[in-house]
C-alpha cells in the first residue's frame, strides 16, 4: 500500500475512534434517559467497569461488549434513548414492565445482533418505527436455554432426551415482537412482514389506527397474531386468513369491517373477533351474511393466488418428481432418515407439551403453597419472570367459577360500581411481574402475597386467594366482595379493586402497600435489632387501632357494621407515618368456613381469641374489644407474649412489669396507668364487662388529659 494511503486510511480510523463513545459513556448517557433522576440505576457509575459486575442488570460478552441489558420492573420512569443504538454488541434488551414514556428510537434497529426485545407494559407513545423489520435477527421468546431450564425442573432421564429435542427444533429461531399494552399509535408498519423468524406479534392494548398490512400473511412461522383493544379498521387481509401456522388471531375491540375470509374458520376458537359490529360472513357465529359479497371471491388489492411460498414446507418436502420421489422411498437408508425424524418431531411434540403443562403447573398458587420449598435465587427468579411474563395470556372465562358474572345482575352492584372496583387479569400478572418469585411478601395455606406496581405508579399488596377456600355460593362470595368495597376509613388498608380469574381459579384482592411491615417487627426488639417505637407513636398506634375497629362495628355512619373476627398484631400494619391500618377486615365474609376456622387457630395460640368463643362459636363486638386489649398489652410492653403476670401489672399499675425496658423510662406513668386500665377492662373474662369500642375511644381521648 502506498504509504500516503496507508497514512490516509489510519488517520481516518483514528478519527473514528476518537469520535465513537465508548459503551461506558453510551451506557451513562441511556442512564440519564432511563433514570432520570437517578433513584434505580445508583450502581451504573463512571468510575465503574460495565462489565465487572457492578452495573445491575448489565452482562458483558466473552470480548468484554455489552451483550444483554435486564431492567424488567425496575419502575423506570424515563425514554428509551438514541444511544442504544451504540451498543452494537447488545443481543438482549428487557425493558418491559415498566413505566417508560416517549417514543421507540428508530435507532433500535441498529442493533444488528438483537435476539430478543421486550418493550411491553410500559406507557411508550408514537408510531412503531418501520426501521423494526429489518431486525432479521429477532429470535424465539426465552430461547433454548429457557426450555432447558425449565425442562430440568422435571428430573427424569427422559428430559434429557427431550432437551436435545427441543435444540434441534429451536434451531429454526421463530422470534416474539411484544410491544402490548403501551400508548402506540398510527399504522402497523407494512415492514413487520419482513421478520420472516417472527411467530408470535403481540400488538394488543395500544392505539393503533389504519388497516391491517396484508403483508403479515408473509410470515410463513406466525403463529399468534394479536391485535385486539386497537383503532383498526379496514378488512381482514385474505392472505393474511392462509398464515400456513397461524393457530390464533384476535382482533377484538376494533373498527374492522367486510368479509370475513372463509379459511379463518380452521382457526375454531383460535379466532376472536367480537366488537367488530362490521364484520360479516359466512359460517361464524354472531356474524350477520354479507349483504352484496361473495364470501369466497378474493379481495381486488389481493390475488388470491397460492405461491410456492404459501406452501407449508411438510407440504412439498422436495422439487424431485413423482419418479424421483418414489425412487427415494425405496431406499432403505431414506426410510431410516425419516423414521429418525419421526422419532425427534414426536419426542419434540411430548416436550414441548411436557414443557407447557410444566409452566401452567408453576404459575399455579392453590395446593402448591404448602409444598413451596424455599425461595428461587435472584437469577432464578429473573428468568422465572422471563419466562412467565408473556401478555398473550386469556383473559376469557373457559368454564366453571365466574361470581364477577352474577355480580353484574344480581349482587346489588351498580354496573358503575363493579367496573370501577375490577381489574383484569393482565393488569394483575403485569402489576407482579406475573407472580414473580421476587415480589412475594408470604403465604398461607389458603392465599399468597405479592406487592406489585400498577401502571400509574402506585404500589398495591395483592392477595391471591384459591377458589377452593372462597365460599362456593357465588353470590355469597360477591356480597362478600360488596362489604370489602364500602369499607373507607383512614385507619383500614384500602382495597382497590380485584379480579376472580375463572381459567387460573384464583380470585385477586388488589389493596393499597403499606410500606413499615406490620406490628410484630416492633415486638421483641432486643440488642439494636429494631426499631423501638416512642411512647407518643405507641399511643398514637393505639388510638388509630381503636378508630378502625369502632368504623367496623359501624360508628359514624359505617352502612355494613360487622365484627372483624381475627384481629392481631400481623393484621395491624404501619405506614410511613406510622398509622396503623387494619389488614384483612371482612376477609371472613369471603372464605369458606373451614378456612375461617383454620385462620383463628393461629390466633388462639397468641391469645388473641376470646374466651367465651370456646362455648358460643361465635364472634361479637365485644370479641373484637377482647383481642383489641391484647393488642394493647402488646404495644406497652413490646412483647408478643402476653403473661397473667402481664395483666396483673396493667391492672395494678407495677409499670416494671408491663412497660417495654427500651422505653429506658422515657413514658408518662399517668398514661400508662390510663392505658393499663384500658386493656384490663377490654380482656375482662366476661364479655358483658368489657366496654363497646365507642366507650374505649371515649377513655382513650382522656389519656393525655
Known amino acids: 500500500m502506498h504509504p500516503l494511503l496507508y497514512l490516509l486510511l489510519l488517520s481516518f480510523t483514528l478519527s473514528q ?70 451498543l452494537k454488541s447488545l443481543t438482549g434488551l428487557y425493558l418491559h414492565f415498566n ?54 425442573n422435571l428430573g427424569s432421564l427422559f428430559q434429557q432426551i427431550v432437551i436435545s429435542c427441543i435444540t434441534v427444533v429451536a434451531c429454526r429461531k421463530t422470534s416474539i415482537l411484544q410491544l402490548c399494552y403501551n400508548k402506540l399509535t398510527g399504522s402497523i408498519p407494512t415492514q413487520l412482514g419482513s421478520l420472516e423468524k417472527l411467530s408470535v406479534l ?5 392505539q393503533l389506527t389504519g388497516a391491517i398490512p396484508a403483508s403479515l400473511g408473509d410470515l410463513e412461522l406466525l403463529s399468534r397474531l394479536d391485535l385486539s383493544f386497537n383503532g383498526l379498521f379496514g378488512p381482514i387481509p385474505v392472505k393474511l386468513a392462509k398464515a400456513p401456522l397461524l393457530h390464533t388471531l384476535d382482533i377484538r375491540n376494533n373498527s374492522l369491517s367486510g368479509n370475513i375470509p372463509p379459511a379463518l374458520k380452521r382457526l375454531t376458537t383460535g379466532f376472536q373477533y367480537g366488537n367488530n359490529p362490521d364484520l360479516c360472513g359466512v ?49 432403505p437408508r431414506y426410510g431410516i432418515i425419516f423414521g429418525v425424524i419421526g422419532v425427534f418431531i414426536a419426542m419434540s411434540v411430548t416436550g414441548l407439551l411436557m414443557f407447557s403443562w410444566h409452566r401452567r403447573r408453576k404459575q399455579k398458587i392453590g395446593s402448591a403453597l404448602d409444598t413451596f420449598d424455599g425461595r428461587l435465587s435472584t437469577d432464578q427468579a429473573k428468568e422465572v419472570s422471563r419466562r412467565s411474563a408473556s401478555p398473550l395470556i386469556s383473559l376469557e372465562y373457559p368454564n366453571g367459577w365466574d361470581p364477577l358474572a352474577i355480580g353484574r345482575s344480581k349482587s346489588g352492584f351498580s354496573q358503575e360500581v363493579l367496573e370501577s372496583f ?35 405508579g402506585s404500589v398495591v399488596a395483592i392477595k391471591c386467594i384459591t377458589k377452593t377456600s372462597c365460599k362456593s355460593d357465588e353470590a355469597d362470595f360477591l356480597k362478600g366482595l360488596k362489604i370489602l368495597t364500602s369499607l373507607k376509613h383512614e385507619n383500614l388498608v384500602r382495597l382497590r379493586g380485584f379480579c376472580c380469574s375463572k381459567g387460573r381459579g384464583e380470585c385477586f384482592l388488589i389493596y393499597d402497600f403499606v410500606p413499615n411491615g406490620n406490628l410484630v ?25 381503636a378508630k378502625g375497629i369502632a368504623h367496623l362495628h359501624g360508628s359514624k355512619g359505617n352502612k355494613h357494621a360487622l365484627v372483624h373476627q381475627n384481629l392481631s398484631a400481623e393484621k395491624v400494619f404501619i405506614d410511613r407515618w406510622y398509622n396503623p391500618m387494619l389488614s384483612d377486615s371482612g376477609l371472613h365474609k369471603l372464605l369458606a ?3 375461617v376456622f383454620s385462620m383463628l387457630k393461629a390466633s388462639a395460640a397468641m391469645g388473641y381469641l376470646a374466651p367465651e368463643y370456646t362455648s358460643t362459636g361465635r364472634f361479637t363486638e365485644k370479641s373484637d374489644v377482647y383481642a383489641f386489649g391484647i393488642i394493647v398489652l402488646q404495644i406497652l410492653c413490646g412483647k408478643r407474649n402476653i403473661t397473667q403476670l402481664t395483666h396483673h401489672a396493667a391492672e395494678s399499675s407495677k409499670f416494671e412489669d408491663f412497660i417495654d425496658a427500651n422505653l429506658e423510662g422515657n413514658f408518662s406513668e399517668s398514661e400508662a396507668a390510663k392505658l393499663g386500665r384500658i386493656a384490663h377492662c377490654c380482656t375482662n373474662e366476661s364479655p358483658n364487662h368489657r366496654p363497646t369500642m365507642e366507650n374505649v375511644m371515649h377513655e382513650l381521648s382522656m389519656v393525655a388529659d
Open 17 to 86: 475512534t476518537l469520535s465513537s463513545p465508548t459503551e461506558l459513556e453510551l451506557l451513562m448517557e441511556i442512564k440519564a434517559s432511563l433514570d432520570p433522576q437517578n433513584r434505580l440505576l445508583t450502581s451504573w457509575e463512571t468510575n465503574k467497569d460495565p462489565c465487572s459486575g457492578s452495573f445491575e442488570g448489565v452482562a458483558c460478552n466473552e470480548l468484554g461488549h455489552v451483550a444483554n441489558i435486564s431492567l424488567q420492573g425496575k419502575g423506570l420512569l424515563g425514554q428509551i434513548p438514541a444511544a442504544l443504538g451504540g
Open 99 to 152: 413505566a417508560l414514556n416517549g417514543v421507540i428510537p428508530k435507532e433500535i434497529a441498529e442493533l444488528s445482533e438483537l435476539s430478543d426485545l421486550y418493550l411491553n407494559v410500559n406507557n411508550l407513545s408514537g408510531e412503531i418505527p418501520p426501521q423494526v423489520g429489518n431486525m432479521s435477527n429477532l429470535q424465539a421468546y426465552g430461547g433454548v436455554s429457557a426450555l432447558k431450564q425449565c425442562m430440568l
Open 202 to 206: 403481540a400488538l394488543q392494548y395500544n
Open 283 to 331: 359460517g361464524f357465529s354472531n356474524i350477520e351474511t354479507c349483504a352484496t359479497s361473495d364470501p369466497n371471491r378474493p379481495e381486488p388489492s389481493e390475488p388470491d393466488v397460492t405461491t410456492e411460498k404459501d406452501i407449508p414446507e411438510s407440504a412439498n418436502p422436495s422439487n424431485c418428481s413423482k419418479s424421483d420421489c418414489s425412487n427415494l422411498s425405496k431406499t
Open 422 to 456: 375490577m381489574f383484569n387479569l393482565e393488569e394483575v400478572e403485569r402489576a407482579t411481574q406475573c407472580f414473580s418469585e421476587m415480589n412475594l411478601l408470604g403465604k398461607s395455606n389458603f392465599s399468597a402475597i405479592y406487592k406489585g406496581i400498577l401502571r400509574d
Open 521 to 545: 417487627q416492633y415486638l421483641d426488639v432486643k440488642d439494636g435489632s429494631g426499631k423501638v417505637l416512642e411512647w407518643s407513636t405507641r399511643i398514637s398506634i393505639i388510638n388509630g387501632i
Open 593 to 595: 368456613d373451614d378456612v
